[in-house]
Nanobody, 124 residues
Framework: QVQLVESGGGLVQTGGSLRLSCAFS????????MGWFRQVPGKEREFVAT????????DYAAPEKGRCTISRDNAKNTVYLQMNRLKPDDTAVYYC?????????????????WGRGTQVPVSS
């Protein structure tokens, strides 16, 4: 059974940086793409970033390009999201998710396991 546990969230000021981590428990982490999504209360969960199984490809939502970097360490079964120049609009619960296959994907329906999320409040 796959388990995903996010960490690294917390209050940050506008313009600050944060690195989220997601620890994967289960088999064959290195064979699956991973993704980060976020959700604001009352709104739909939205895509943030995705990385292929071997780290050979990444993709980002338009607002995150240039500000966020997704990476992974397959030896540690961990995926990261580095976020820079944070804005109040980035305030959300951030979720890590395991893709059903090895290639990147931006649609939530392609992901079959989810973490419980970590909160990232950005103060103005």
């Amino acid at each position: 059974q796959v388990q995903l546990v996010e960490s690294g969230g917390g209050l940050v000021q506008t313009g600050g940086s944060l690195r989220l981590s997601c620890a994967f428990s289960g088999r064959a982490f290195s064979t699956y793409a991973m993704g980060w999504f976020r959700q604001v209360p009352g709104k739909e969960r939205e895509f943030v970033a995705t990385i292929a199984a071997r780290g050979s490809a990444t993709d980002y939502a338009a607002p995150e390009k240039g500000r966020c970097t997704i990476s992974r360490d397959n030896a540690k079964n961990t995926v990261y999201l580095q976020m820079n120049r944070l804005k109040p609009d980035d305030t959300a619960v951030y979720y890590c998710a395991k893709h059903a296959r090895s290639w990147i994907g931006v649609n939530q329906a392609e992901y079959n396991f989810w973490g419980r999320g970590t909160q990232v409040p950005v103060s103005s």
